[in-house]
């Protein structure tokens, strides 16, 4: 009986060692085949148990004896087997299972673009004190762009935006199609559709013909403003262009405005800013100045009101301007005008 045991052991190990080879090869066919020996020596029909029904046949004493000797050769066996089944465990193909404990794929997530970010802070800002948020069209008539805001075709100030022209006639058979160079044309459609009493601020993409280079782009962002109302004057603009100031660059800053021309304005005006970096001492942001050249402003010209169709003598009011990629350059130290619209998402994902 013991050396019919010790040979079936002996065999059992020998098919588990050949056996091994295959886990290595073939995973999957592994596993099925580990079952069907597994069965083979250890199963219920299997050639221990046969081996087992033997042992009635024996005497008393024998049967003890080789009764032991099998529970532990079964308890071996056994014991292979589990070494066995744990090596398939681990040669297995890993998508055959999900491990639920490893951490997930990461998506990527986009981001706001900066000019974005920075005009809804001021949309923000703007809507919280009653102004409407309008949008207009970037494709735009030369009336609206320059003759109606007192720009006549032969002035000298269209030198300075200089644009796309479109090689297509309009409704009335003429050429006055163009990309707006501003988004002050926004000004007197807002005052066509609305009337007055009128607050709105118009955020938009504007184009001029220029030669690019760092501080010059043909395509970039402004935020236009407007405010028309009875008896509307100098001080009202400054309060709110010092209110600007305060929410972008913080409580201290201050406001200094300059004369300056625009056409569509009279007085016109430039709003400069307590540089935000050096507080006013001067560096290199504010070039020595401890000012930022910030915003373009003015009390509207009557000649403008009434393209708009609003009596000047009854009502009067101010508009605004901010070059949105410049507040932001500033904002986030950014030295180059081309990175905007360059696409390029080392740029971008740092916002
Ligand atoms: N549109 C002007 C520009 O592009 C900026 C500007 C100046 C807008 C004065 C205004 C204003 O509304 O009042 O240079």
Known sequence: ????????????????????????????????????????????????????????DLGEDVRKESGEFANN???????????????????????????????????????????????????????????????GPELESDYFNFEALNVAPHHPARDMQDTFYLDKKNENGEYDLLMRTQTSPMQVRAMKKYGAPLRAIIPGRCFRSEATDSRHEHTFYQLEGIMIDKKINFSHMKGIMDLVGKRLYGEDTGLKMRPKFYPFVEPGSNGEY?????????????????????????????????????????????????????LVMLKYGIDDIRLFNGGDIRFLEQF
């Open 274 to 326: 307590t540089c935000f970096l050096c507080g006013g001492k001067g560096c290199r942001v504010c070039k020595n100045t401890g000012w930022l050249e910030i915003v373009g402003c003015g009390l509207i010209h009557p000649e403008v009101l009434l393209a708009g169709g609003i009596d000047p003598e009854e009502y009067s009011g101010f508009a605004f301007g901010f070059g949105l990629n410049r």
């Open 1 to 56: 009986m013991k050396i019919k045991l010790e040979q079936l052991k002996k065999e059992a190990i020998g098919k588990l060692d050949d056996f091994l080879a295959l886990v290595e090869k073939t995973p999957q066919e592994a596993q099925e085949k580990f079952r069907e020996l597994e069965q083979q020596f250890l199963g219920r029909k299997g050639k221990l148990a046969i081996l087992l029904k033997d042992l009635k």
């Open 73 to 135: 050769i079964k308890k071996d066996l056994e014991g292979r087997f589990g070494e066995v089944f744990a090596k398939i465990k681990i040669a297995e193909p890993t998508d055959a299972s999900i491990d639920v404990t490893l951490p997930g794929t990461k998506k990527e997530l986009g981001s706001l673009h900066p000019v974005t970010i920075i005009q809804k802070e001021i949309e923000d800002l703007f809507s919280s004190i009653g102004f409407m948020i309008l949008d």
